[in-house]
């Protein structure tokens, strides 16, 4: 229910940027009068006094507009933007709760939210291998994209202007949301679900507050290893955030660790995402079950990656799922046991 309510908000912040974003603005106002005097034959005299209407068109005075990226390059956006290609999902989420997604024509193939996103607008590709020539032929005047995007650069700065996006925590995916507010002219849309995420956050940092911090252990992909997130990454912030302690916050950024790694540190509590290729009894017969999180029934899975994964507002749902994990006693959270014994 807490979840539907925190996406009815965001949803309500969406609605409310479309109502009030800012536009361009016609002021209409009243000129002082003018008296002219008219001097006709016959010594005739006439004066007349004109009341003068002066309209002004105001425009936004922002632009050009120049910007650092993450990848530390100075972009300017000369005018506001009207056609923008979104290379990666969390970018097209985080216009929409912004309520520039009116502005987006191209969006990848994984754009899944909002719902329908995909409608009226062209699939450029995946994420990691967009296709230059969709992107060209939507005349964009904006593209955004991550890191993942870089190798293309050349190309897409031929294309349009081109912003990359690459938040690695909390902070930073603030820091972002209120630039791309004022990149497309919803700064104040922008500052409004900044303002409601620390919000939400606040909320889990209080409850937390006084709660031993329990170990964790996340599983993102069980492929050529244990895929987790270490230090330098938003998962490694949201654990913090939510009253945990990362067993790998040593270990920069993603990186695939050893089963014997993870029962060494011994984990408390493991969260495995929903899309990791494994399922808990999976893990029953790997060394993992001699874990704590397993000998009491700390084991879950994640309701919806996306949650975690993308750099977006939607992170402090994602956030209070991770909190119900690390502390079920204090948000009054009942799971289901995922003891091997039960999982078999």
Known sequence: MKKALVMLFLALIVFM?????????????TAP???????????????????QTVTTTM?????????????????TIEKEPRRIVSLAPSITETLYFIGALDKVVGVTKFDDFPPGVQKGRTVIGGFSDPNLEVIASLKPDLIIGTSMHLKYLDKLQGIAPVIIVDPRDINEIYKW????????????????????????????????????????????????????????TFIDSL?????????????????????????????DVIIISYHAGVKPGDLCD???AKTNAFKNGRVYVISDDNLISRAGPRIVLGLEEIAYFIHPEVFNYAYQPRTCTVSS
């Not at 679900?193 to 599983?219: C, G, T």
């Not at 992909?221 to 244990?226: F, M």
Request: proline letters at 4%.
């Open 17 to 29: 940027s479309g109502c009030i974003g800012t536009q361009t603005t016609t002021l209409t106002t």
């Open 177 to 232: 949301i209120i630039t791309l507010g004022k990149v497309v002219n919803r700064e104040e849309e922008a500052k409004g679900v900044v303002n409601y995420m620390k919000a939400i956050i606040e909320d889990v940092e209080a409850k937390v507050a006084n709660s031993p911090r329990p170990k964790v252990f996340v599983l993102l992909s069980y492929w050529n290893g244990y895929w987790t997130a270490g230090r330098g």
């Open 59 to 75: 425009v936004p005075t922002h632009y050009p507009l120049t910007i650092v990226d993450s990848a530390g390059r100075k972009v």
């Open 239 to 267: 654990i913090s955030i939510a009253g945990g302690e990362n067993i790998f916050h040593d270990v920069e950024g993603w990186k695939a660790v050893s089963a014997e790694e993870i029962v060494a540190r011994n984990p």
């Open 33 to 51: 009068a003018k008296t002219v005097t008219i001097t006709e034959t016959q010594e005739k005299t006439t004066t007349i006094t004109v009341t």
């Open 286 to 288: 790997t060394p993992l």
